[in-house]
C-alpha cells in the first residue's frame, strides 16, 4: 500500500504542474451539513459565474492521496465549466490514506459509506440549482476512476456517462476483511468473463430497465500500480452491460501511441469507448483529456443564447456573408508552451459544422487539443468540429468553440473557415 500510495503523491504532483489555472470570478466553496454522509467526506463545489439556468453536472473525484480542492487545481475541469455553464462537484475523503472505499459491501452496495455520501451530495447540487437530469456525469483518476466505476453502477438512473482514467472494474477491489487494498485486482490477477462483470452490475440492480450509462475508460499499458489487465476487464463490464460483444465497432489512432476502440456504435458517444495508452504509466490524466471526457460525455453546448449563457456569443463585426471565420486567442503561456482559444463565427447564414485551416510561420506546433479533430502536416495545420460543437447561429460567435496547446513562440495566424 505504501508503494501505491508513493505512485498516487508522483500523479498528483504531475497533475499541479502541468495544468494553469483558468482565470474566474467563480472559487471553489465547501459545502457543509449536505446530508446523509456515512463516511465523513468533505464536499466541495464549482459553480461558474456563468452558470447554466438547467446546468449538467460533472462529479470530479480525485485519487488516492489527494482531496477534492486538489483535483479542482489540477485538472482543467473548473475551466471547462467557465466556458460551458455547467457545475463541477469535488468530493473529498477524509480517512487517512485520502483512498475512496470501493471495496466494502456498503459501498459497492449503496448501503452506506463512500457511495451514499457522494450521492447526499448530487442531491444537495440537484435540489439547489436545478440539474438537468440527462446531463450529470462522473470522472476520477486511480482511486477516483474506481470510484467513478461503482457511481455508474451503484445509481445508474442518476448518470448519462462515465470517464475512468486508471481505473478498475466494479466489485473488482471488493474485500471482506476490511481491507481498502485488493492486491489481486491491483496486480491484474482477477479474470472473470464479461458476463460475470455484467451480471454485478445487474445484480446490484434489480429491476432496472432504465438506459445504462456509457463508459469511456483509459488506461497505460505500462501501469504498474493498477496493472493493465484492468482495462479489458472493465471493456468487459461495460460492453456486457450495454449488451454488446467485446469486438469494436470502430478502431483508429487519434494521436500518437494512442489507440481508441468504440463499442456498441461508432460515433464519438458509443455505448464504450476505450483509450490506451501505449508505453504509459499510471500517471497518464494530462491535459486535455477532460475534453475529450466531455465530448465522450455527449455535454451539449447548443442552447439559446437569449435564455442561457452556456455558450457565449457575441455579435461579429464586418463577419463574412454567409460562410464562417474563426479567430485564434492565446490566454496563457509558460516556460515550455502556451494555451489558445479558437473562436467561430458564422455569417449571415447558420452553419452545422466548420473546417479551419491555417499555416505556423515559426515552427510552432500543437501538442494537444481539445473540442476538435486536428491534423497537421508540416507548417499546415486543420481542424475540424466534434458534430456537438459543430453548429452555430447567423450572425453569431461560439466563443472558445475549441483549444489547444501550443509548442514555439505564441502566435494568432489568420484563420480560414469553411462551412462543412
Given amino acids: 500500500m505504501a508503494a501505491a500510495a508513493a505512485v498516487f503523491v508522483a500523479a498528483a504532483a504531475l497533475i499541479a504542474v502541468m495544468i494553469p489555472r483558468p482565470a474566474s470570478a467563480a472559487s471553489l466553496t465547501e459545502i457543509t451539513n449536505f446530508g446523509t454522509n456515512p463516511s465523513n467526506l468533505q464536499m466541495y463545489l464549482y459553480v461558474p459565474d456563468n452558470v447554466d439556468p438547467e446546468p449538467a453536472l460533472v462529479v470530479a473525484i480525485h485519487y488516492c492521496t489527494g482531496s477534492g480542492p486538489a483535483m479542482y487545481s489540477g485538472t482543467e475541469w473548473a475551466q471547462l465549466a467557465d466556458q460551458y455553464g455547467f457545475i463541477v462537484l469535488y468530493p473529498s475523503v477524509t480517512r487517512s490514506s485520502k483512498c475512496w472505499d470501493v471495496s466494502s459491501a456498503a459501498s459497492l452496495a449503496g448501503t452506506g459509506s463512500d ?33 467513478t466505476n461503482v457511481m455508474l453502477a451503484v445509481y ?32 491484474g490477477t482477477i479474470n472473470r468473463t464479461p458476463q460475470q462483470w455484467g451480471d454485478a452490475v445487474r445484480n446490484n440492480n434489480p429491476g432496472y430497465s432504465g438506459p445504462w450509462p456509457r463508459m469511456q475508460i483509459w488506461h497505460g499499458t505500462a ?31 487519434p494521436q500518437a501511441n494512442w489507440n481508441r476502440t ?75 508552451g502556451w494555451q489558445a482559444n479558437v473562436d467561430v463565427t458564422a455569417g449571415s447564414a447558420a452553419i452545422s459544422g466548420w473546417r479551419l485551416t491555417w499555416t505556423w510561420t515559426g515552427g510552432q506546433t500543437i501538442s494537444s487539443s481539445w473540442n476538435a479533430t486536428v491534423t497537421s502536416s508540416g507548417t499546415s495545420v486543420t481542424a475540424t468540429d466534434v458534430d456537438w460543437n459543430g453548429a452555430v447561429a447567423a450572425g453569431q460567435t461560439k466563443t472558445s468553440a475549441w483549444g489547444f496547446i501550443g ?14
Fill in 407 to 420: 509548442t514555439g513562440s505564441p502566435a494568432t495566424p489568420a484563420v480560414t473557415c469553411t462551412p462543412i
Fill in 223 to 253: 501501469d504498474d500500480t493498477l496493472r493493465y489487465p484492468n482495462f479489458q476487464e472493465q471493456i468487459d463490464q461495460w460492453t456486457n452491460v450495454h449488451g454488446t460483444d467485446q469486438t469494436p465497432d470502430h478502431s483508429d489512432v
Fill in 156 to 187: 445508474p438512473e442518476v448518470f448519462a456517462a462515465g470517464a475512468s482514467f486508471s481505473g478498475v472494474p466494479y466489485t473488482c477491489f471488493a474485500t471482506t476483511n476490511g481491507s481498502e487494498w485488493n492486491s489481486e485486482c491491483s496486480g
Fill in 262 to 336: 468504440r463499442y456498441g456504435g461508432t460515433g464519438a458517444q458509443a455505448a464504450v469507448e476505450a483509450i490506451s495508452l501505449q508505453g504509459t504509466g499510471h500517471n497518464l490524466y494530462s491535459w486535455g483529456m477532460a475534453a475529450k471526457a466531455l465530448e465522450f460525455f455527449g455535454y451539449d453546448t447548443d442552447v439559446d443564447p437569449t435564455t442561457s449563457p452556456t455558450d457565449p456569443v457575441t455579435t461579429p463585426t464586418g463577419g463574412p456573408a454567409g460562410g464562417c471565420s474563426a479567430a485564434i486567442k492565446v490566454v496563457s503561456s509558460w516556460n515550455s
Fill in 115 to 147: 457511495s451514499v455520501g457522494v450521492k447526499s451530495m448530487m442531491d444537495w447540487v440537484d435540489a439547489r440549482y436545478n440539474v438537468d437530469p440527462d446531463q450529470v456525469y462522473s470522472t476520477g483518476i486511480s482511486s477516483g476512476a474506481m470510484m
